[in-house]
């Protein structure tokens, strides 16, 4: 039993490390920096390797491409898992260049789940970010702080949308 185990868990764990590597190489800009992502079956340590088949070391990638790659190892996990579950990401984009901005919002936020709840600043989603996401959109809120009720309250619409509908 406990060799089935052992097999089955490895099994596993390699169908994990090919859902992260595609993830990762579907979002990264740099399409040649990483060749493969593996996950250690027994400590279930990753480690990533280039095209030349040497591990390189996570401490050399950038800010973004680490952001990049933390979600890659989350929407693997999401996809090998036999339920859907809904994806809340805080912050996304804070870290990243526009061109990883560009690829989650056009690759990764319309397949991350079934229901995908993004809490971003007004500076991460601008117009042109948001346009790309309506056709997935079911809702978009705007929260405000108002000082008199000393309460942050929910407003339907994202945070400039208002302008929009006073300005017309």
């Not at 099994?11 to 060749?35: G, N, P």
């Not at 994806?87 to 061109?99: C, Y």
């Not at 702080?145 to 945070?159: I, L």
Request: glycine share 4%; proline share 3%.
């Amino acid at each position: 039993m406990q060799e089935f185990l052992q097999r089955a868990t490895a099994a596993k764990i390699d169908r994990l490390s090919s859902l992260v590597t595609e993830s990762f190489r579907f979002l990264l800009r740099k399409q040649t920096l990483v060749d493969q992502i593996m996950i250690d079956p027994r400590t279930f340590a990753i480690t990533l390797y280039g095209g030349d088949g040497q591990a390189i070391a996570k401490q050399r990638l950038s800010e973004g491409e680490k952001q990049i790659f933390a979600i890659s190892v989350l929407w693997g996990l999401a996809r090998a898992s036999v339920r859907s579950l809904p994806a809340i990401i805080d912050t996304p984009m804070a870290r990243l260049d526009s061109r990883h901005r560009q690829h989650l919002v056009e690759r990764y936020f319309p397949n991350a789940s079934h229901q995908v709840i993004i809490l971003s600043t007004d500076t991460e989603v601008d117009r042109r970010y948001y346009e790309c996401l309506e056709p997935h959109l079911a809702r978009a809120y705007h929260l405000n702080y108002d000082d008199a009720r000393k309460a942050t309250v929910a407003e339907e619409g994202y945070s400039w949308s208002n302008e929009t509908a006073v300005a017309g």
